[in-house]
T-cell receptor, first 113, second 114 residues
Framework: AQSVTQPDIHITVSEGASLELRCNYS??????LFWYVQSPGQGLQLLLK??????LVQGIKGFEAEFKRSQSSFNLRKPSVHWSDAAEYFC???????????FGTGTRLKVLA | EPEVTQTPSHQVTQMGQEVILRCVPI?????FYWYRQILGQKVEFLVS????????KSEIFDDQFSVERPDGSNFTLKIRSTKLEDSAMYFC????????????FGPGTRLTVL
């Protein structure tokens, strides 16, 4: 069965530090890949997505993600974190023949001033 | 920017009662979805809906659940007889086209079953 793994449940970084959130998926072919962010009391907001083409994708709020087929990974990065980035981040995939997102368990990011 | 809205933001109900969660998807979207997130667990797909019928549903979406688009703007999820384990955050989403398009999520309805 398809699955998405986010190995880090909680991550704490200092403001201005770089960030990498990990996401691995299990699927035979290349799925469509997404990163969403959820701030407290808010819905899930799309940060970026990968369907095909350039494996480094740029998103909103200065985030980027790199698709690595050999590692079945789609890690999210930001070179310099801001306090407002504190939120929960979800990796999701859609696989062939289905309409449903499969989500990872999420990574909660805390930013220290 | 258009957004998906959901009402109520929090619903408390007694076990065995029926609840209806309401969503207003983005106006020109054609595909509609419900997901849920039990506290501390991952977001799980419940159902997708297109052209006035269910296009896909998960094993969670049993006979206690139903969805409806009663008019041109609302999309509802009904739980016929709530159970304690239905307590969760329920998210509505919509997308313009089929599965390759981005799903836009609402802020969620927190359902608490007592």
């Amino acid at each position: 069965a398809q699955s998405v793994t986010q190995p880090d449940i909680h991550i704490t970084v200092s403001e201005g530090a770089s960030l990498e959130l990990r996401c691995n998926y299990s699927y035979g072919a290349t799925p469509y890949l997404f990163w969403y962010v959820q701030s407290p009391g808010q819905g899930l907001q799309l940060l970026l997505k990968y369907f095909s083409g350039d494996t480094l994708v740029q998103g909103i709020k200065g985030f980027e993600a790199e698709f690595k087929r050999s590692q079945s990974s789609f890690n999210l990065r930001k070179p310099s974190v801001h306090w407002s980035d504190a939120a929960e981040y979800f990796c999701a995939v859609i696989t062939s023949g289905t309409y449903k997102y499969i989500f990872g368990t999420g990574t909660r990011l805390k930013v220290l001033a | 920017e258009p957004e998906v809205t959901q009402t109520p933001s929090h619903q408390v109900t007694q076990m065995g009662q029926e609840v209806i969660l309401r969503c207003v998807p983005i106006s020109n979207h054609l595909y509609f979805y419900w997901y849920r997130q039990i506290l501390g667990q991952k977001v799980e797909f419940l159902v997708s809906f297109y052209n006035n019928e269910i296009s896909e549903k998960s094993e969670i979406f049993d006979d206690q659940f139903s969805v409806e688009r009663p008019d041109g703007s609302n999309f509802t999820l009904k739980i016929r007889s709530t159970k304690l384990e239905d307590s969760a955050m329920y998210f509505c989403a919509s997308s313009d086209r089929a599965r390759t398009d981005t799903q836009y999520f609402g802020p969620g309805t927190r359902l608490t079953v007592l």
